[in-house]
């Protein structure tokens, strides 16, 4: 099952975060911060970003984030997978595609796109299988401390 996040349930994203942030699936960890901050966007508003958490069998299997916008590019509305992840004991249950079909019936937009740490080959098959492809962009960033 998939269900939106809980406010109450903060403590468990928090926990879910740190385990993504900590994992091979990321090139380096993010400070604890940005999850409040994060958590904080999430009770405010579904406008720009919501989260998902993935249960199997009545547990917390993982989570998914997700971030909005607009493209000229593909004229519509873009739904980012800023953050997959399901926990290690849940892997290999079809949990990951049934998160990517939860989408595209209830976020529907017109591109879906998402970030892969280039080792990470599980997530990548998973992708491929799905119908994603690569885009030959280099990615700049410009972080600026508020």
Avoid at 71 to 88: K, P
Wanted: proline share 3%; net charge negative.
């Amino acid at each position: 099952m998939i269900r939106k996040l809980k406010k109450e349930e903060k403590q468990l994203y928090f926990e879910l975060a740190d385990e993504f942030y900590h994992s091979p699936a990321v090139l380096h960890p993010v400070p604890s911060e940005n999850y409040k901050n994060t958590f904080d966007e999430l009770m405010r508003s579904d406008v720009y970003a919501e989260c998902f958490i993935i249960e199997h069998e009545g547990a917390a299997a993982g989570f998914g984030l997700i971030s909005k916008s607009f493209s000229q590019e593909c004229g519509g509305l873009v739904v980012w997978i800023e953050e997959l992840y399901i926990r290690r004991e849940f892997r290999s249950k079809g949990l990951g595609h049934e998160f990517f079909e939860f989408l595209e019936e209830n976020r529907p937009a017109s591109r879906y796109r998402l970030e892969i740490e280039p080792d990470n080959v599980r997530a990548r098959a998973l992708y491929e299988r799905l119908g994603f492809e690569r885009l030959d962009y280099m990615q700049m960033v410009k972080d600026v401390k508020a």
